[in-house]
């Protein structure tokens, strides 16, 4: 894990300047996600994997954000965008793996484009059902492998590729919350079915 997390870090170090140009085409996932999540004006929000902190725009002004990153570059550009957009926005480096905050911390929180990179992504939800509150909501986007078969092959033979560079294409997300309370809802699907989005909570 330490020798993927270094990776993780010195990749999205070079991804930093280009970021918002290559994600761009997934915001309109990232906003539906969000939409979806129907956060609380007023509530306690943990944004995991932030980047550049291109959530921010879509989340209420209201609302307690806090957002962490393994890579420093990328928590600057979080804390840049927050200063730009006037809000007041809490920003730290740390590993979702071992959350720095106390159980029942948040009242939402956000795993956007972050469970295909993370070495451990089922340690990375068991982290968020301790910090979230008992009727608190979690926003999932990402991609994943299909609910109702395997991959297809066009999929299995980019995937070693698409690992290297930026993210597993083929990762089954109900085994990653299989040992947590939350369970998941239904999944909405963006870019042909690539990249979707859920609402998990706790049983």
Known sequence: MALTNRWNRARYRLYAPIYDMVAWPLERGRKRAIERLEPNPDGRIL?????????????????????????????????????????????????????????????????????????DPAAVVAETDRVLVSDGRVSIYDKFSPQDGDPSLARRIANPVARLLFADLNRPLESMVADTSLTVGHREHFLGGLYTVTIAQPR
């Open 47 to 119: 944004i995991l994997g932030c980047g550049t902190g291109m959530d921010l725009e879509h989340l209420p002004d209201s609302a307690s954000v806090t957002a962490i990153d393994l890579t420093p570059t990328m928590v600057r550009r979080t804390a840049a965008r927050g200063a730009a957009l006037g809000r007041d926005v809490r920003t730290g480096i740390a590993d979702a793996h071992d959350l720095p905050f106390a159980d029942e911390s948040f009242d939402a929180v956000l795993l956007h484009l972050v469970l295909s990179v993370v070495p």
